[in-house]
Structure formats: structure tokens, C-alpha cells
């Protein structure tokens, strides 16, 4: 899956560049949007046809809350380093880091927000974030526990890392993971907004 | 929120009517539909026209943007879950 998911990747940069048009890749930008529905319809048949699932998951308890709380809050703080790492202003690093990987929103909101370099530097750690998220939760899984392979994925654990959830983690992690997903993503255009003006 | 009402949907046909028989059929589908997704990722990069100047110039920056948050997040989830049962 890994690799497939590498030469996808691989395979899809180089068609960018080389192969198709602006027309080319804004239809596929569609295709993906339904690719994304269907993913999100075929993952629910698989947690439905897992009757136990449901059980599993009210054991969980408040932890289901607690996983996002905990990445948010962690994500926000790193900010505080990255800035002293980087030389960027506090405001744009805390702000960058709050994009919890969600690169196309956190990339727009701070181009507008901060200018074109700080929403670019946005758009591709952001985006590195969810390529090592999705190459690094089988590591993760396997050496620390299935929760802490949700915490590099932050935003994208309900979508683009999800597969990886499902194949290297149990079906009521995929659970954990899209609730995870959806929490963080909601707080991703409040934190930005919030730490751009609060900063 | 589309993508929350969409699997429940899913989910509710999972329980209902879907049978384990077709799981592997759906695990192939899952496959297709990321890779497609993947695929679309990598095109819409490589299509802006100044991906590589980008990624020369703000390359390792972005990488301690990443990084770093992805250290702090996975220590924190660590921390509060290392005597959780999974």
C-alpha cells in the first residue's frame, strides 16, 4: 500500500507537470472529490458489516475526545519552536502549525492572511505533514500504540491517511480516527483566524 | 460534514443489507479510490507553475513545520494513552 501509494503520488506530480493540461488536473480535482465520496461510503460498509464495532467503541470513552484535544494543543505549542527554529514570526508559525495538515485551507487562508511566502511555506509543510503522516502510521502503529498513529495525521486522519488507519490499525481505530478528523478539522479556520489576530 | 453523513450512510447499508462476502471487493475499491485521491494530489502540485522553486526555497523551513508538530503530537497522545487498552 505504501508503495502504491508513493508511485500515486510520484506518478501524479509528473503527469502535473508534464502531461496535463489546467483543464486536466481541475477535472480530476472533481474525480477526486468523488473518489473521496466513495472512499468515505465503501469505509462505512466496513465499519457496518463489523457489528462489534460499536460496542468496542463506547469502551473508548472520553479518549475519543481527549486524542484531538491533546494534537491541537500540541500542534499550537510546536509553533512556539518552529518560529525560534526558523526565524518566523511567532504569529505565522503558530498559525502554520494549526493547519493540523489540512495544506489547501491553511495554505489559502494564510496567503491572504500573511502574503504569498507564509502561505506557500503554509501549503508545503502542511502537506509534508500528511506525506509523513502517511508513510509513518504503520511505524508508529506497530512500535508506540494505535492511538499515537492518529496524532501525525491530525486533520487528515478522516480522509487521505485514513486507508493507511484501516490497513495498519483495528476497524474501531478507523472509528477513533475519522471522529479525530472531523473535530480537528473544525478547529483548523478557527485556530488560524484566532492566533492571526490574538498574536 | 458531507463526508460524516456519507459513511453513515455506508455505515447503515453495512449493517443493514452489505454482506462480508464482498468485503475484499471493497477493500479493492478503497485502494482504487485512494490512489486516485493520491494521484490527483500529486497532479494538482505538480501542475503550479513554481512547485519546484517552491519546494528548493521553502523545502526545509516547511519540513521543520512539519516535523516538529508531528514529534510534539504523537508524544502528547503518547503520554495520555500509554496504559489505554486498543
Redesign the interface.
Known amino acids: ?1 505504501v508503495w ?2 508513493l508511485l ?11 502531461v ?1 493540461s ?1 483543464e ?2 481541475e477535472l ?2 472533481v ?2 472529490e468523488y ?17 462489534e464495532i460499536f460496542s468496542k467503541l463506547r469502551s473508548f470513552g472520553k ?1 475519543v475526545l ?2 484531538p484535544a ?2 491541537t ?3 499550537v ?3 512556539f ?2 518560529a525560534f ?2 526565524g ?1 514570526s511567532v504569529r505565522d ?1 503558530v498559525c ?2 494549526s493547519g ?1 495538515g489540512w495544506y489547501s485551507l491553511t495554505g489559502v487562508m494564510l496567503t491572504d492572511l500573511s502574503g504569498a ?1 507564509i502561505g ?3 501549503f ?6 500528511e506525506m ?2 502517511f508513510f ?1 502510521i504503520p511505524l ?1 502503529a506497530k512500535h ?5 498513529a ?3 495525521a ?1 486533520a487528515t486522519s ?3 491517511t485514513l ?1 493507511m488507519m ?1 490497513k495498519y ?2 476497524e474501531e ?1 478507523t472509528v477513533v480516527s ?1 471522529i479525530n478528523g ?1 473535530l480537528c478539522s473544525a478547529a483548523v479556520p478557527v485556530l488560524v483566524n484566532f492566533f492571526h489576530a490574538m498574536l | 460534514m458531507t463526508i460524516l453523513i456519507i459513511m453513515c450512510v455506508g455505515v447503515f447499508i453495512g449493517i443493514k443489507f452489505f454482506s462480508k462476502k464482498y468485503a475484499k471487493a471493497n477493500y479493492i475499491l478503497q485502494v482504487v479510490c485512494t490512489c486516485v485521491l493520491i494521484f490527483s494530489m500529486g497532479a494538482s502540485l505538480g501542475a503550479r507553475e513554481e512547485f519546484l522553486s517552491e519546494i528548493s526555497a521553502l523545502g526545509l523551513d516547511s519540513l521543520i513545520f512539519a516535523v516538529v508538530p508531528i514529534i510534539f503530537s504523537v508524544l502528547a497522545v503518547y503520554l495520555l494513552t500509554k496504559n489505554q487498552k486498543q
Open positions: 500500500m502504491l501509494a500515486s503520488l510520484l506518478g501524479g506530480v509528473f503527469c502535473g507537470m508534464f496535463f489546467a486536466h488536473v480530476l480535482g474525480i477526486s473518489a473521496l465520496y466513495i472512499l468515505m461510503f465503501s469505509v462505512g460498509m466496513s465499519i457496518g458489516t463489523n457489528k479518549i481527549i486524542i491533546a494534537i494543543a500540541a500542534s505549542l510546536s509553533g519552536l518552529c527554529l526558523t518566523v508559525s502554520i502549525t493540523l511566502t506557500t511555506m503554509a508545503l509543510s502542511n502537506l509534508l505533514r509523513i503522516s509513518s508508529i508506540l500504540n494505535y492511538y499515537c492518529i496524532a501525525p491530525a478522516e480522509d487521505t486507508p484501516i490499525t483495528s481505530m475519522v472531523v
